[in-house]
T-cell receptor, first 112, second 117 residues
């Protein structure tokens, strides 16, 4: 069955540094992959979508890469700020093409 | 992007009762989904809400427990029936669109926090 793995441990970084979060998937090849931010008690907020024919996508301080050979996506936040502290979810499209499968998420703490 | 609202935002219910959650989108969308997020867990897909027909349920979820309606392209309801404390969770409505042969970004509502006593 399909499996999505994200860093299970929380990531602690200093303000101004680049945060890098990893998402690995197994047993299938998603057509696209999405990243979300989720704050406690709130619904996920869409950040970026990257398709299988795209290697990299950027949006302001955010960058996502998608390596279909390694079956891995990396999510970068440059010049991180304490306001970036949240849980970040990796969500590849399911085998059917649209039933998104969610990773467990990585908790990011940015210290001032 | 789609703007999604859910009602109620939270509720505390007694065991054995039922709660209906409403989801309204500000634009016509192709797909509507219902997810559950139990405390400390990631999101689990309950079902895909199909316009004018029965919802498509994921393994482990059944219509008798989670009846879903979708009368049009912008509205759906999820009912949590005969509730037990194990149903305490955040329930999330989600939508996406499909065009030019591919699915687009998937957006989520703010969620409904349900506590069952």
């Amino acid at each position: 069955s399909q499996k999505i793995e994200q860093n299970s441990e929380a990531l602690n970084i200093q303000e101004g540094k680049t945060a890098t979060l990893t998402c690995n998937y197994t047993n299938y090849s998603p057509a696209y992959l999405q990243w979300y931010r989720q704050d406690p008690g709130r619904g996920p907020v869409f950040l970026l979508l990257i398709r299988e024919n795209e290697k990299e996508k950027r949006k302001e301080r955010l960058k996502v890469t998608f390596d279909t050979t390694l079956k891995q996506s990396l999510f970068h936040i440059t010049a991180s700020q304490p306001a970036d502290s949240a849980t970040y979810l990796c969500a590849p499209a399911g085998p059917g093409g649209f039933k998104t499968i969610f990773g467990a998420g990585t908790r990011l703490f940015v210290k001032a | 992007s789609a703007v999604i609202s859910q009602k109620p935002s939270r509720d505390i219910c007694q065991r054995g009762t039922s709660l209906t959650i409403q989801c309204q989108v500000d634009s016509q969308v192709t797909m509507m989904f219902w997810y559950r997020q139990q405390p400390g867990q990631s999101l689990t897909l309950i079902a895909t809400a199909n316009q004018g027909s029965e919802a498509t349920y994921e393994s482990g979820f059944v219509i008798d427990k989670f009846p879903i309606s979708r009368p049009n392209l912008t509205f759906s309801t999820l009912t949590v029936s005969n509730m037990s404390p194990e149903d305490s969770s955040i329930y999330l409505c989600s939508v996406t669109t499909y065009n030019e042969g591919t699915y687009n970004e998937q957006f989520f509502g703010p969620g409904t926090r349900l506590t069952v006593l």
